[in-house]
């Protein structure tokens, strides 16, 4: 991508973490949690902290190219979140705000690339954060 080589299974590492958590959390456990309530920050928190560490795998396991690493792993996260978003509409659901959706994407984006480049900082094969 953009001339960098991509280490695939450290991207998928990192990928498989943050779905997991992207998945299990939200999916699971943010459905049984109000939106309202208290506990929804804390669901909000645990997805945020499963994209950084999600960057931080992929980073941490890529030779080179650890902030390219770090944005890649919040891919498919917001693939499915833009699958289930799709779904809820269809179904009717009137809560859902496609500039949400915006922001909430560049928002996933941003937490992945902060792992990659926390991880481009401490790895112990620290090369370039963008080469």
């Known amino acids: 991508m953009l001339g960098h080589r991509i280490n ?24 049984l949690v109000e939106q309202s309530s208290d506990n929804s920050i804390f669901v909000t ?3 945020s902290l499963g994209l950084v560490i999600g960057g931080f795998i992929s980073s941490w396991n890529a030779p080179r190219s650890h902030i390219i690493h770090g944005t890649l792993t919040s891919g498919p996260a917001l693939f499915f979140g833009f699958i289930f978003q799709c779904i809820r509409v269809i179904r009717g659901v009137h809560s859902v705000s496609w500039l949400s959706l915006l922001v909430v994407s560049f928002l996933s984006i941003s937490l992945a ?11 112990p094969n620290r090369g370039s954060l963008f080469d």
């Open 8 to 31: 695939r299974s450290a991207w998928l590492r990192g990928s498989l973490f943050s779905l997991l958590v992207v998945l299990g959390v939200g999916f699971f456990i943010g459905n």
């Open 45 to 47: 928190a645990a997805i």
């Open 113 to 123: 690339t902060l792992g990659g480049v926390l991880a481009g900082r401490w790895t």
